[in-house]
């Protein structure tokens, strides 16, 4: 595959680069909203035009840095247009040049990258203030509403005709990873480990990330897309607006993944949130991975403060003892690799197949052991069961009579043994019970119920 080009967005804060973005993808992509500096993180997504393909990235609002914070995400602006092959600088149309917008342009020009100037919302088509930003120094120059969908066609025109040709190629048998978790416990740093680079902003200030960052990294001939997410508060701590909608984006990484991996920091391991979490996740069906991060930080550690602090996380994770635990820092590296291991493993684990004979035997043999308890007269029978081919989370029918007074704790014990015979570690597994000749529709999972 060719390497795709890529098509920077730059502009003071503003003036409308993220909705530009979304509408090119034809998709929500990043958060918009009224509220001036709502990007923050470089975002970058695949587009297409008439059979084009080539990455779109969307970068903070510019401006003088007040702090090292912004310091950092000034920097990545710059990075982006160093790594761009078209720069696509955005003014607002109902105002005047601003200082911001002449140091955006000189940067871009300074490029030597061929750039086009985007006047963004452009809603009045009467409002005609060309000659206003043509002093910037950009010739070629387009006037676009995202509201209207005006001149968006025009402006891609205009991309692929300075961009070199290329197609991707799907990769093949993406894994999804997504980092999960309360604000601040190490998701970007990780993120930026993994990757190994520096594309989602590190800071110590909570909620730094609010959109999906996403990269691919290739691990033994394994394509692994790993997405990083901003942190999930209590419920009664979400603010309205962009705060919330980085929530919903986070709900959506982990509809999109395949595996979670679920961060806390060992001075905060009892948190009922985190419980929470790990509980949205098992009831997704996706894979997780229990991940304590920043251990590095932590003082006073012995030879045995791992283990102590294992039990301790077992006893609270109880629900999903099946997830696997690993200690990471991002500092020093330490597991950092391990983690792309035990995700593999995983996935081997969520794509295993059983043979439905030898499902059956291991029903019978553990029916024997110990049948299923009833009602008088409504005792229920299991008699056989088969593995469902399409469900990415392993998930299995048992087909039998009366199953609706099968107790929930016989749920557990058959989940428990079948476990202790094929594993299936780290991933949730769905046991369908469904009367003989009654057809079957897709539902809660009997293993979900509240009595669990």
């Known amino acids: 595959m060719k390497r795709l080009p890529i098509v920077a967005i730059v502009g003071r804060a503003n003036v409308g680069k993220s909705s530009l973005f979304n509408t090119i993808l034809s998709r929500r992509e990043v958060i918009v909203a009224r509220e001036s500096g709502t990007t923050r993180d470089s975002i970058s997504a695949k587009a297409n035009w008439k059979y084009q393909d080539f990455w779109i990235v969307d970068t903070a609002g510019m401006k003088d840095p007040e702090d090292d914070f912004e310091l950092t995400i000034q920097d990545q602006i710059t990075q982006a247009v160093d790594g761009a092959d078209v720069i696509v600088v955005v003014v607002e149309a109902g105002s005047s040049v601003t200082e911001e917008d002449r140091k955006v342009a000189k940067m871009a020009l300074r490029s030597k990258k061929p750039v086009i100037l985007v006047v963004n919302k452009s809603d009045d088509i009467n409002n005609n203030r060309e000659s206003d930003f043509i002093r910037l120094g950009i010739t070629d120059l387009v006037e676009t509403s995202t509201t209207q969908n005006r001149n968006i066609n025009t402006l891609l025109d205009k991309v692929i005709a300075l961009i070199p040709k290329a197609r991707a190629s799907a990769p093949d048998n993406l894994l999804r990873v997504a980092l999960i978790g309360r604000p601040n416990v190490g998701k970007s740093h990780l993120f930026n480990s993994l990757s190994k680079k520096q594309q989602a902003i590190v800071a110590d200030v909570a909620g730094t990330t609010r959109d999906i960052n996403r990269n691919t990294i290739r691990f033994h001939d394994r394509d692994i897309e790993i997405l990083d997410t901003a942190g999930i508060r209590k419920s009664g701590k979400i603010e309205r607006g962009i705060e919330y909608f980085s929530y919903l984006r986070t709900l959506q990484a982990i509809d999109q993944a395949d595996i979670c991996l679920l961060l806390m920091t060992a001075d905060e391991l009892n948190v009922a949130l985190d419980q929470k979490i790990a509980g949205m996740i098992k009831e997704a069906g996706k894979g997780l991975l229990l991940v304590v991060s920043k251990w590095d930080a932590v ?93 990415e989370c392993p998930s299995f029918k048992i087909f039998g009579s009366s199953t609706k007074f099968i107790h929930w704790s016989y749920r557990r014990y058959l989940e428990k043994n079948l476990r202790y015979v094929y594993s299936f570690a780290g991933t949730p597994i769905q046991l369908w019970f469904i009367e003989k000749h009654v057809t079957h529709k897709h539902g809660q999972s009997p293993t979900y119920n509240k009595g669990k």
């Open 299 to 391: 003082e006073d550690k012995t030879p045995f403060t791992r283990d102590e602090l294992a039990v301790q996380i077992a006893h609270t994770f109880d629900f999903v003892a099946w997830a696997p635990l690993i200690f990471t820092s991002s500092v020093t590296g330490q597991n950092v690799t391990k983690i792309f291991e035990v995700v593999t493993e995983i996935e081997e684990t969520r794509k295993q197949r059983i043979a439905t004979k030898d499902l059956n035997k291991w029903l019978q043999n553990t029916i024997e052991r110990h049948p299923p308890a009833g009602l008088k007269n409504r005792m229920p029978k299991l008699n056989y069961m088969v593995q469902e081919s399409e469900n």
